[in-house]
Structures are given as structure tokens and as C-alpha cells.
């Protein structure tokens, strides 16, 4: 079959077309602009996280890398703060104070401003090894410079919350120099304390003893000044070091030795107007070899052994002697004055009495029962020094007032317990009656009666005994404390002597 050209043949009927459901479209179409929308919302924030994170790593390398060839603030090496500075920079920083330090330390060793000696380093042998400078500063200058920035900025923020303090290594100080000076130094810094002493004993003087002051003595803590030296040295730190001492008390001081010289006890008796030179010069006599004598702990005193034989030869004099309550020329009277004025110093002291006898009859001077008589080679007064300490004793004769004297002696030694003093108290406890018999002695010096045919001359007049008892008070704070039983005397009744001559007239 031909077709003519633009013919179309006639088509077959088509059946009329269903509607579509469009509904399922929309939902697509809603779908698929729901989903262009949030992707043009995450590409929006995704492109503002990524300018804040670019922000933030150009912040934290701007932060960083300021200090990319510099060293972090807070980092300190002998106390340089090297923040900011170059590698170059701190190690010359460093070295130069090094050298600084080593050539410019010095300190002086001074007390009471007089100077000793000025230490310097030379003294100690310091160096520093350059070597160990770079390897110290090393590390120092890489905080902060390795790691991601992150790290990097972690690190920078921890140098500036906990600053960093290094110090170079010098070698060790040889000690040898500076343990020589310090002991030079130690050694006339330190002085030994001197206890006070008795210089001497002058019984001639007011005040008899010389005391020697105490001295205070001075030590020096030698290891303590080491140690500041060595900090003072390694700090860099010049100066003056000032050398305190510690002062060292002695044992001894004078009050001590005053303690044991003091005035324990004085004897004293008044000599009679009466009294003849020589009778006052035996006295004298007596007390020059008394005075000055010292008697050391559980020592004894003889009084006859210390004052010798009465005897021409010894400087003694003729002088009147009471015999049996009569008196008679002898040589040496008078010296029971001076024995009974020691024994009063002597039982005043409180010293134990060894030997003594009282005499026969009453003395002018003294309390019967008080007093001692002596004669050489039979009675003797004896006492012992019962003190812990020696015993000083001084004897004179003193003018009180014109042509009055007396006798004193004086007992030094350990000092009595405070408060304390003696005193003596003596009572008659019994009377004897005088004899009625009348005794006749003949005259034959002549010195009363020389004829037979004449009147007997009474040499002694009858009277009564008595018998004393002594007792030794102590007194504490003025209250009777204690009274000790020192001796019962007998003074002997006396009958009447005469004196009657012995010639018969021509």
C-alpha cells in the first residue's frame, strides 16, 4: 500500500485516559524541598564552625608563636626573669651575671665593726661549667614550642600559673680556705671565763681581802657563721657579715668569793686606863703574830703555838700577871687579854673550841666564864675550824678615842646563814662562900712590908666564889632559835692574904 506523503492513516479509537493521583507527588516534592532546605542549613553552620575554628587555631598560634623564638614569661634562672627574651639573649643574661658574681661577690667578716676578713669567691675555689649553662637553658627555652598548639598553649598557661626558678650548677666550694679563716677568727673571738678569785688578804686594811673579778668569756658558733657565709655565697649576696658571740659565765663570781670571806663573828674587850705601855705592847705582841693567820677547813689554831714563848727573846715585856687574885710581875702579862678576845671571836664564829681554861679569878675586860686564860706550855686555847671554807682572822689593838683602846678581833670566812648571828649569855648559878681563914706570906721582895714589927699589909681581901655557866645563843631574824651549853667556870672563894716582913730592925 502507497501512502501519499503527509497522509497519516486514520487511527484506531482510544479508549479515554484515567486522572492520575497527584498526591503522591506533592509528598515528594514536599520531601524533596524539605531536604533542600536542611541541607542548605547544615552547610550554613557548617561553614560558621569552621570560621570559629579557624579563629580559634589562628588565636592559639597567634597566642604561641609570639614566643616562637623568645622563652615564656615565668621562666627565672638565678633569678633573671628570661621571659621574652631570645636563646641568645638569656644564655648571655646568664653568663653575664656568672661572671658578675664570681668577679663582684665579696663579703666582709667583721665584730663590733672591726673587720676581719673580706671573703671572695677565690676563696672558695666557685666556677661554673659554660657546658652546663646551654644544658640547663635548653629545655627552658623549648616550653611552650613543641606539640600541637593546643599543648604548646597548655604549657604557656602553666609557666604562668607555676613560674619556673632554675639555677645554674657551680662547683662544689672547696671549704679547706674558709674552715682556716673561720678557725683563725674562732680562735680569737673564743676566750676562756675567769672565775673571780682572792687576790690576797691585807688583815692591815677596812676591807682585808682584794677580789679578783670575775670575767665573762665568749664562745663562737662557728658552723652557724659557715652556713650563713655559704647561702650568703651562693645568693650572690656581698656584704658585711657581722660574728655574734655567745657569752660564757664563769663559775666563780666575786660575789661568791665574798660569799666565803665575810665577817662571821668580832671579839672585843676595852683595855683598862690602867693598863700599863708594856702591858699594852705584850697585847700588841701577841696580836702581830695573830693577825693575818688563816686556818683552813678542819684545821686548828693554837693560840700559844701562834704566838710563841713569852719570852724577852719574842718581843715580850715584864708586865703585871694576877696569880691566885694577887698581883705579880711576869713577862708577857696582859696576853690573856688578847687569848680572851680571840676565844670570844672564836665562840661568836661558831667554831668548835678544842682546849680552853677560864681564869682562876675575875678579869676587868671580860664576863667571868668569857674568857680564856694561856700560859706557855700548860694552858693553851685551841679551836678547830669546823667551817666548809678557810678562816681569815685579823687582831689589833684600837684607839677608840683618844687614849681609850681596845682590843678586836675579827673572824672572816664562809658567810653565816642568812639571818643568823650569835650572841653569848652567862648566869651565876651557884655562890661559894669565902674561907675565914687568913693566910701569911712573908715579904721578901720587901714590896709591902720589911720589918718583922710591922703591921701585917692585907695583899688580898676574903671573897666569895660563884661558878658561871655560858651558853652560846643563835639568833635567826631576831628570834632566839638555839641555845648551846659552852662551859661551866668556877670562880674560886678567896681567904685573906697579908703580907708580913721579914727583917729585924737594927
Known amino acids: ?150 599543648e604548646r598553649k597548655a ?62 668569756g665568749a664562745t663562737l658558733d662557728v658552723a652557724s657563721f659557715k652556713e650563713q657565709i655559704l647561702e650568703r655565697a651562693a645568693e650572690g649576696k656581698s656584704g658585711n657579715l657581722e660574728f655574734q658571740t655567745t657569752p660564757v659565765a664563769p663559775k666563780v663570781t ?30 700588841r705582841n701577841a696580836f702581830s703574830f695573830l693577825n693575818g693567820k688563816t686556818v683552813g677547813p678542819g684545821e686548828r689554831l693554837s693560840f700559844n703555838k701562834v704566838t710563841k714563848d713569852r719570852t724577852l727573846k719574842n718581843g715580850y715585856k715584864y708586865a703585871i700577871e694576877y696569880v ?41 675586860y671580860t664576863t667571868f666564864g668569857q674568857d680564856a686564860t694561856v700560859v706557855y706550855g700548860r694552858h693553851d686555847l685551841v679551836f678547830k675550824n669546823t667551817t666548809s671554807g678557810t678562816i681569815y682572822i685579823t687582831a689589833k689593838v684600837v684607839e677608840k678615842k683618844k687614849n681609850s683602846y681596845e682590843c678586836q678581833v675579827c673572824v672572816y670566812g664562809p658567810k653565816l646563814e642568812d639571818g643568823v648571828s650569835y650572841t653569848l649569855r652567862t648566869e651565876t648559878v651557884e655562890i661559894l662562900p669565902a674561907p675565914l681563914t687568913e693566910t701569911y706570906q712573908k715579904d721578901t721582895d720587901h714590896t709591902y712590908v720589911t720589918y718583922k714589927d710591922e703591921e701585917p699589909y692585907q695583899v688580898r681581901k676574903a671573897r666569895d666564889g660563884f661558878i658561871n655557866v655560858t651558853y652560846l645563843q643563835k639568833w635567826k631574824d631576831g628570834q632566839l632559835v638555839e641555845e648551846k651549853f659552852v662551859s661551866r667556870d668556877t670562880c674560886k672563894a678567896r681567904g685573906a692574904v697579908y703580907a708580913v716582913g721579914t727583917l729585924n730592925r737594927e
Request: hydrophobic letters at 35%; proline letters at 6%.
Open 155 to 216: 604549657e604557656m598557661d602553666d609557666v604562668a600559673q607555676n613560674p619556673i626558678h632554675a639555677f645554674t650548677a657551680e662547683s662544689e666550694m672547696t671549704h679547706g680556705r674558709l674552715d682556716s679563716i673561720l678557725s683563725q677568727i674562732q680562735a680569737e673571738l673564743t676566750q676562756e671565763p675567769q672565775d673571780a678569785y682572792l687576790a690576797y688578804f691585807d688583815p692591815d686594811k677596812s676591807d682585808p681581802f682584794v677580789i679578783q673579778p670575775e670575767q665573762y
Open 324 to 364: 691566885l687574885g694577887m698581883e705579880e710581875m711576869g713577862i708577857g702579862g696582859g696576853v690573856c687579854q688578847a687569848s680572851t678576845t680571840m676565844y670570844l671571836a672564836a665562840l661568836l664564829s661558831d667554831l668548835q673550841i678544842i682546849d680552853r681554861i677560864s681564869h682562876s679569878d675575875p678579869v676587868s
Open 1 to 150: 500500500m502507497n501512502f501519499q506523503q503527509g497522509y497519516r492513516p486514520p487511527q484506531p479509537p482510544q479508549p479515554p485516559k484515567k486522572r492520575k493521583n497527584m498526591l503522591p507527588l506533592v509528598l515528594a516534592a514536599v520531601v524533596i524541598l524539605a531536604a533542600l532546605g536542611f541541607g542548605v542549613h547544615y552547610a550554613v553552620t557548617t561553614a560558621r564552625r569552621v570560621r570559629e575554628e579557624q579563629a580559634r587555631i589562628k588565636a592559639l598560634s597567634d597566642a604561641v608563636s609570639q614566643y616562637d623564638d623568645t622563652y615564656l614569661p615565668g621562666i627565672y634562672v638565678d633569678g633573671i626573669s628570661l621571659g621574652g627574651m631570645t636563646a641568645q639573649e638569656g644564655i648571655d643574661a646568664v653568663l653575664a651575671q656568672i661572671k658578675e658574681r664570681q668577679t663582684g661577690w665579696s663579703l666582709g667578716l667583721t665584730y663590733r665593726s672591726h673587720l676581719f676578713y673580706t671573703l671572695h669567691y677565690s676563696d672558695f675555689g666557685v666556677s661554673t661549667d659554660v657546658g652546663s649553662v646551654y644544658t640547663l637553658l635548653e629545655p627552658l627555652y623549648l616550653k611552650g614550642k613543641q606539640g600541637t598548639l593546643e
Open 254 to 283: 666575786t660575789q661568791d668569793v665574798r660569799d666565803q670571806v665575810t665577817l662571821r663573828s668580832k671579839g672585843v674587850t676595852p683595855i683598862s686606863s690602867a693598863s700599863t705601855e708594856d702591858r699594852n705592847s705584850n697585847i
